[in-house]
RNA sequence: CGGGGUGUAGCUCAGCCUGGUAGAGCACUUGCUUCGGGAGCAAGGGGCCGGAGGUUCAAAUCCUCUCACCCCGACCA
């Protein structure tokens, strides 16, 4: 492609709208223009990328043996309510009405299309399992679009659906795509992490999250050291620390602590480590209040609480004046000694000896507390989240040995398996070698393609603009002529190595403007082409040619005659 | 949906408080010079100041109402 022929939209200045890199990067580049508030247009830049990506998707798909299919865009409201989602999904749900005054919704997911396609079509067990995928564009009326394509209302996804006779079945295609998933993010050539995720809502025995690690990104995930353990932060397991309870020192005793409250003002009025503090908080259980104790440096994870049997179903925290009632004092000094209320204490904290906790007494907090001798005994359980050096939980698989560390993740792809939700709802039923009717399990695959394109840039990206992965660059190779207009030999030289790249397979732009080699340089390296060859008058006399990396410090000379063989070895393919 | 904010040229923004002929930089067009990291000079095109009402001799500016967009929270590929 030659640039004079193609819109090369680059913008100097970020628009105002933009906050995140890929954002302000994919406007800047001109990939994307946005049309409403969440709804982006793809520009020929963008588009190759976003093509590229999903052409990885596809292979990996059919190469899986899933089988691609498209289905329709709108839906009727019927398939909505039959599968009870038309009043449960809420407003997400983009609804509207045709002339005849009939419901629709603009699709945010298929399971209904697809579960009534297969109920149809799909009737012995001998045609199971059976994989169907789509590469379509989603609406979903996000309470806030924002981040670009990141988190836009209207996407492309690849959605998947598995049929199958029995759980087993499920479960093997699930590995498959686990390894699919894992292939394709490999391909694309990004860093990322399988996670386990919660089943929550959605229900089923197993789900995991395909997280593109980034500094930017909205999960926080926890990843071991040493083996291949990954957990969103809110799933990770906290283990319960080594060894015994100490026993009891020193006597327990009452010390002021004027004014002070959280834990780092107490730990540090009584220089004491944060660690051997206890941090109490009330909640709503389902009968009454409930004390809930944490150890000082650490941080109560919701999702964990909101799962014990004792506690009210939304995690609610009680008011400064129900903490009064509770307790007889303010929020910041809480303890769990004499509370009348039950007690539930997080593993580490139930651990420790001669710690430090509120005295239930505005200004007082308590030193040498012990369970059982100064606190009754708590309920125990895993409260908190993980943080940076916990121990690996490791799967459940045994000892690893290895910490867990903290990082940031995008969420680019999700597996579940579904079971019978849609099926039975739906009844998909086929028959079974005994001529029995069976509800079919299912599962259910998805990857945000345009947000793969987004998170791509968000781990790669420097402050010259985007760096592509070779896999899903808009173009492989950037070639730069110095004096296109003015060198007849120049001109002559870099349309016959242009010519012959094409002819060799690579995605060449030539920037055969009548810019200035800095504008050029610049555009380039905004847009993010991997490779860049340099040709002017220079090095035609020395019969070579300049060579770059989009991640190298400076150049190299490359011979001219050997140019193709050198990318060959270079690019990525 | 709650909280905060912004709408003026294609983009980034000034002008608004204190009403009086709509501006700058970038981008775009033309010419000349320049030509390996976002050039210089000159000339030019481009605005219903988000929309509707009002106050006023006079409104981008003051008032009311609307619409759109952005940022912070709960959801998700």
Redesign the pocket.
């Known amino acids: 492609m030659r640039v004079s022929r193609f819109l090369l939209s680059?913008?100097?200045?970020?628009?105002?709208?933009?906050?995140?890199v890929s954002?302000k990067l994919m406007l800047?580049a001109g990939m994307i223009r946005?049309l409403?508030?969440?709804?982006y247009t793809w520009l020929p830049l963008g588009l190759r990328a976003l093509r590229k990506v999903e052409a990885i998707v596809r292979e990996e798909m059919n190469r899986a043996g899933a089988q691609e299919v498209l289905m329709p865009a709108v839906q009727p409201a019927e398939l909505w309510q039959e599968s009870g989602r038309w009043d449960r999904y809420g407003p997400?749900l983009l609804r509207l009405k045709d002339r005849h005054q009939r419901d629709f919704c603009f699709g945010p997911?298929h399971e209904e299309v697809i579960t009534d396609l297969i109920r149809r079509e799909i009737k012995s067990y001998r045609q199971l399992p059976a994989n169907f995928y789509q590469i379509q564009m989603?609406f979903?009326d996000?309470?806030?679009?924002?981040?670009g394509?990141?988190?836009?209302?209207e996407?492309?996804?690849k959605?998947a659906y598995s049929f199958h006779i029995n759980e087993a079945s499920l479960g093997e295609t699930y590995q498959v795509m686990h390894a699919t998933y894992s292939r394709i993010f490999q391909r694309v050539g990004l860093e990322f992490r399988p996670v386990a995720a919660d089943t929550?809502?959605?229900g089923g025995s197993h789900s995991h999250?395909?997280h593109v690690l980034a500094d930017s990104g909205?999960?926080a995930i926890a990843i071991c050291s040493k083996c291949e353990y990954a957990a969103n932060v809110e799933m990770a397991q906290a283990l319960p620390p080594m060894g015994k309870r100490p026993a009891p020192g020193q006597p327990m005793q009452a010390v002021d602590t004027p004014g002070k409250h959280s834990i780092e003002e107490v730990s540090r009025f009584l220089k004491i480590d944060p660690k051997r503090t206890v941090k109490t908080l009330l909640v709503k259980g389902t009968g009454g209040v409930i004390a809930l104790v944490l150890r000082g440096d650490h941080e109560l994870n919701e999702i964990k609480a909101a799962k014990l049997p004792q506690l009210a179903k939304p995690l609610v925290f009680v008011t400064p004046g129900e903490v009064e009632l509770a307790a007889g004092c303010e929020p910041g000094s809480i303890g769990p000694v004499g509370l009348k209320i039950p007690v539930i204490a997080d593993e580490s904290a139930a651990r420790l000896a001669d710690f430090v906790c509120g005295a239930n007494l505005n200004g007082k907090h308590l030193v040498n507390v012990n369970w059982g001798r100064d606190a009754t005994e708590p309920v125990v359980a895993d409260l908190r989240k993980v943080v940076e050096g916990d121990p690996c939980p490791d799967s459940g698989k045994g000892q690893c040995g290895g910490t867990l560390s903290i990082r940031r993740g995008i969420?680019?792809?999700?597996i579940?398996q579904l079971g019978t939700k849609y099926s039975e709802a739906m009844q998909a039923t086929v028959l079974d070698e005994a001529g029995q009717s069976v509800v079919m399990p299912m599962g259910c695959y998805?990857?945000?393609?345009?947000?793969?394109v987004a998170a791509a840039i968000e781990q790669n990206h420097d402050d010259?603009?985007i760096i592509w992965p070779d896999a899903i660059a808009p173009f492989q190779i950037a070639l730069v002529p110095?004096?296109y207009?003015?060198s007849e030999k120049v001109r002559e030289t870099v349309d016959k190595l242009y010519g012959e790249l094409v002819h060799a397979g690579f995605d060449v732009l030539l920037d055969d403007r009548?810019?200035?080699?800095?504008?050029?340089?610049?555009?380039?390296?905004?847009i993010g082409i991997p490779h860049?060859l340099?040709?002017?008058d220079?090095?035609l006399a020395k019969g070579a040619i300049?060579y770059?990396g989009r991640r190298d410090k400076a150049?190299r000379e490359v011979p001219l005659d050997q140019t193709i063989p050198f990318l060959g070895a270079q690019v990525k393919k």
């Open positions: 680059t913008v100097r200045e970020t628009p105002a709208e933009a906050e995140t954002h800047r946005k409403a508030a969440g709804i997400e997911t989603k979903r996000e309470i806030r679009p924002r981040f394509v990141m988190r836009a209302r996407f492309l996804m959605d929550g809502a959605i999250e395909f909205e999960d969420e680019v792809g999700h579940f998805g990857i945000g393609v345009s947000r793969v010259n603009g110095i004096g207009g003015k009548d810019e200035r080699p800095g504008v050029i340089f610049a555009d380039m390296d905004l860049r340099v040709l002017g220079k090095w300049e770059k150049p």
